[in-house]
């Protein structure tokens, strides 16, 4: 049975990113077709990420009342729902609404199953996890290509992508009592209450190397977002891709992230993971400086490769090392609060660089994804000195 759910766990993290990559991808298309400013692709990221900050805040109490499967059906349902209402967007405010249950159904699977994957499984599966939300990414952009060039456009690629959640819907509705059956509600009510007894006794954002770790999440989670959401707008308007080009682009680049991290849950076992996350931040920083020189365009499409194959180690390589840096009695408290400011940055930084680019234009955008992994990497390094690993 563990196998059986860790498969539905997969399965459910692919449909997780199966949405994340489909609006960088899209809105070159989507853009003059609903006629409204290049920036407005930020508004809807930022409605989106707001709410997943929102449903992971609260997602420690639904979890012990209703139960992983519960969540995990309720979030995927909303989320399909959000797909269906952008494919029959008749125009931009329909868009900003459908983004509202969006986010939700995603910060609640988000949290609900890495948390169950923690419980439940061994540290490497957590590699493999995100390396599962990657095929989603991945395949996203992928679908969408095959029908923008079509009759149905953009809309016919975000109808495809809602079928698919469906589909997952009704598998997890099917194996609902599977979940109460294998998942002990009553072990994680203890765990919670232990978790919030011993969160008074100290402040955990003084622990030594927090706020570094916290910061270099921000700057993690900023910048991916930053490069998926934008980077097909600047391959179409700084290189001259056609938007069926930049969105295979944008495919790579997710496509890097979930080959990096299906290959760093192997590599775990031969390398510690501070060096995992140095090595992902170097390559990452040699990525930004690709996608900036004045190269051929496929150049640029090469880029995007290798900024997602840098990234790829780096959050699961941070979170498997919280407890070790922290202390397994704080380590969840300090996930909390790490992946609530990986989603502040994933709120307000894309669209920040959506209203710079507007103004400034859409070329700055390698600037802004190296001058971000260099935050990172100073912060990810203090924290490595503070905590001694």
């Known amino acids: 049975m563990a196998t059986f759910f860790l498969c539905m766990i997969y399965a459910a993290?692919?449909?997780?990113?199966?949405?994340?990559?489909?609006l960088g991808a899209a809105w070159p298309a989507m853009q003059p077709a609903l006629g409204v400013p290049l920036d407005s692709a930020g508004v809807l990221s930022m409605i989106v990420a707001g709410g997943t900050v929102v449903a992971s805040l609260s997602a420690d109490r639904m979890l012990h009342r209703f139960g992983t499967g519960r969540v995990t059906?309720?979030?995927v349902t909303m989320t399909a729902c959000a797909l269906l209402g952008y494919a029959l967007a008749p125009g931009f405010w329909w868009l900003a609404l459908a983004a509202v249950p969006m986010g939700l159904g995603a910060g609640a699977?988000?949290?609900g199953l890495n948390n169950f994957v923690a419980l439940h499984y061994e540290a490497r599966h957590m590699s493999w996890l995100h390396c599962f939300w990657g095929v989603g990414a991945t395949l996203g952009p992928v679908i969408l290509s095959l029908f923008l060039g079509g009759k149905h456009g953009w809309r016919g690629g975000y109808g495809a992508v809602c079928a698919i959640q469906f589909c997952l819907v009704a598998v997890l509705a099917v194996t609902l009592p599977m979940w109460d059956r294998y998942e002990d509600r009553a072990a994680l009510r203890a765990e919670a209450a232990a978790a919030k007894q011993t969160g008074k006794k100290q402040s955990?954002?003084?622990?030594?190397?927090v706020k570094g770790a916290l910061a270099t999440f921000f700057f993690y989670c900023a910048i991916e977002a930053a490069a998926g959401l934008w980077g097909a707008s600047y391959l179409v308007e700084a290189r001259g891709l056609?938007?069926?080009?930049?969105?295979?682009?944008?495919?790579?680049?997710?496509?890097?992230?979930t080959l990096g991290r299906f290959l760093s849950g192997f590599a775990s076992m031969r390398m510690k993971s501070a060096a995992l996350i140095r090595l992902g931040q170097l390559v990452s920083a040699g990525g930004a400086v690709l996608l900036m020189l004045p190269l051929p365009a496929g150049f640029g499409v090469a880029a995007m490769a290798v900024l997602g194959l840098g990234f790829a180690p780096v959050y699961p390589s941070m979170i498997h090392e919280t407890p070790y840096r922290f202390g397994a009695e704080r380590s969840q408290a300090v996930i909390g609060l790490q992946m609530a400011c990986a989603y502040v940055g994933t709120t307000f930084v894309p669209a920040l660089f959506g209203v710079l680019a507007a103004r400034l234009g859409i070329g700055l955008l390698p600037a802004f994804l190296l001058a971000g992994v260099a935050g990172m990497l100073l912060c990810a390094e203090?924290?490595?000195?503070l905590c001694g690993r």
């Open 13 to 22: 993290f692919i449909s997780l990113g199966l949405p994340d990559s489909l």
């Open 73 to 75: 059906l309720v979030s």
């Open 109 to 111: 699977v988000d949290a």
């Open 204 to 209: 955990t954002l003084n622990i030594p190397g």
């Open 242 to 257: 056609s938007a069926e080009a930049a969105a295979r682009g944008v495919s790579l680049y997710f496509l890097g992230i």
């Open 382 to 385: 203090r924290v490595r000195t």
